[in-house]
Nanobody
Framework: QVQLVESGGGLVQPGDSLRLSCAAS????????MGWYRQAPGKQREWVAG???????NYVPSVKGRFTISRDNAKNTVYLQMNSLKPEDTAVYYC???????????WGQGTQVTVSM
């Protein structure tokens, strides 16, 4: 059974930091590119950051320089370090695993991030 379990969300003030984690089980983690997505109320889900199995990273321009995605293949975990958080970062954050060779993907259940005074 494949599971992606996000954690680390919460309520913070503008300028604060959070680190999200996504622990995967039931997959060969290194065979998957990992991504973080977010969905704000009333908006479509958007891609935020991605990391390949080899560790190459990419970001949506609105978070570049503030967010850092990383992975620990030994722990089957992907992280999203979020610094200098802004109210517009408020959303439910989801991790996604995409197999690098075949069309197969999995989603986590999401974790809420709220940035507010």
């Amino acid at each position: 059974q494949v599971q992606l379990v996000e954690s680390g969300g919460g309520l913070v003030q503008p300028g604060d930091s959070l680190r999200l984690s996504c622990a995967a089980s039931g997959i060969i983690f290194s065979d998957y590119a990992m991504g973080w997505y977010r969905q704000a109320p009333g908006k479509q889900r958007e891609w935020v950051a991605g990391i390949t199995g080899a560790g190459r990273t990419n970001y949506v321009p609105s978070v570049k320089g503030r967010f850092t995605i990383s992975r620990d293949n030994a722990k089957n975990t992907v992280y999203l370090q979020m610094n200098s958080l802004k109210p517009e970062d408020t959303a439910v954050y989801y991790c996604k695993a995409d197999h690098i060779f075949i069309l197969r993907n999995y989603w986590g259940q999401g974790t809420q991030v709220t940035v507010s005074m």
